[in-house]
């Protein structure tokens, strides 16, 4: 998968007050003791604000909703992708599901909270958790209101939700080592800065980003975000 790899839809027209919803949900963490369980919600507590005080693209703060549930909303989909990656970081290794719709939002946007909004966006959410706890992966994303979208945009969130299953299979088999450092080769960090920050060597750092193709997986972050994006 190239850089290129979503060329194909360039030419699709944009949505109207399209918004993308996240929804994000830790896995299993019911099996983990009390003082286990408490320590991760505190760890996801911190991340949570750490990512509402630096990220421009929230419409609507990353919200913990029941404990071990989250929402937000967002106008770019790569910041999605990069802040779950930040989230896994942080929570590895308990896991997390992320769900992502994309659609109209049918009530006034809290930007406040994310909370007290419905629409399509979050309908479609809601559904594609299902779906992620029905195939054991970490992402999934769909429209809301797929009848109403244009066949390209089918087709586009299609292939997307293909990549991101592939994904998931990756992600899911990598120590924590592995995404810190694409954590921080997204931020810019060189090998020697990121070797320095996790106390491990550069040939370490070079190994972790050949084998997990991490250049490769940042790139199709930065298409998948920029092709979507053409539909809000």
Do not use: C
């Amino acid at each position: 998968m190239k850089s290129d790899i979503f060329n194909y839809f360039s030419l699709i027209r944009p949505g109207m007050d399209q918004h993308i919803v996240l929804i994000g949900d830790l896995i299993a963490s019911k099996e983990l003791g009390d003082k286990d369980r408490e320590r991760y919600q505190s760890n996801l507590t911190e991340e949570v604000s750490r990512i509402n005080q630096r990220s421009s693209s929230l419409v609507s703060p990353l919200t913990i909703t029941l404990g071990d549930e989250f929402q937000a909303v967002y106008n770019d989909l790569s910041t999605v992708l990069a802040d779950s990656w930040s989230i896994l970081e942080v929570m590895h290794p308990v896991g997390v599901r992320f769900s992502i719709g994309i659609g109209e939002i049918h009530t006034p946007i809290n930007s406040e909270q994310a909370l007290g909004m419905d629409g399509p966006a979050f309908h479609a959410a809601r559904d594609g958790m299902g779906k992620i706890k029905e195939s054991g992966r970490i992402y999934n994303i769909r429209l809301g209101s797929p009848a109403d979208q244009p066949e390209e945009s089918l087709a586009l969130v299609s292939l997307v939700n293909d990549s991101l299953q592939l994904l998931s299979s990756e992600v899911m088999t990598w120590k924590k080592t592995r995404l810190q450092i694409l954590v921080m080769l997204d931020k810019g960090l060189s090998v020697k800065k990121i070797a320095d920050e996790i106390s491990i060597s550069e040939s370490a750092v070079y190994k972790n980003r050949d084998e997990g193709d991490l250049r490769l997986i940042l790139d199709l972050k930065e298409s998948i975000g920029k092709n979507i994006n053409r539909i809000l």
